[in-house]
């Protein structure tokens, strides 16, 4: 029955997609793509591939921004993606602080497997593209297949974890041309 499903692609969002802030990013005006990640989302969607994000976002929790606000973020997101031919299908996302104990924070695991059960979807082997160890240890926890940028903070990851075995590119472009490759 899984035979016919098209294969998922897990994206981290801020650092992945768009370049992040240890301000947060706050609002659509901040929300800047990383250069070339809506044309790699593209590339992709076009190779069959469904896109999924999971991504943490605390400042929710920490009031710095609204669930609107959020989500005119990610329809500034969803727009770019398309103007290049590009789908992104599911955003998952945590609303919680670091210390609210909640399941759904990364490394946590519980957001992939909302998506798994969501899609009816085996997460054995499905690329989770990141930029930090806790995107690692994420799709580590479940079987997934972890990728590392060095966008964001992935050099930063990089550097300070350099026994980590993982697939790792400057960014989401050469990423998802790793990706297509192996199809």
Known sequence: MRDHVLPYIMLDRDGVINKDSDAYIKSPEEWEPIPGSPKAIALLHKNGYKIVVITNQSGLGRGLFSLGTLSLMHAKMHRLVEAEGGEIESI????????????????????????????????????????????IEAAVAVGAQPILVKTGKGAKTWQNNPSIRVPVFEDLYDAAKYIVSRK
């Open 92 to 135: 998952y996302f945590c609303p919680h602080g670091p210390d609210e104990g909640c399941d759904c924070r990364k490394p946590r695991p519980g957001l992939l497997k909302t998506f798994a059960q969501d899609k009816g979807v085996a997460l054995k082997n499905i690329p989770f593209v990141g930029d930090t160890l806790k995107d």
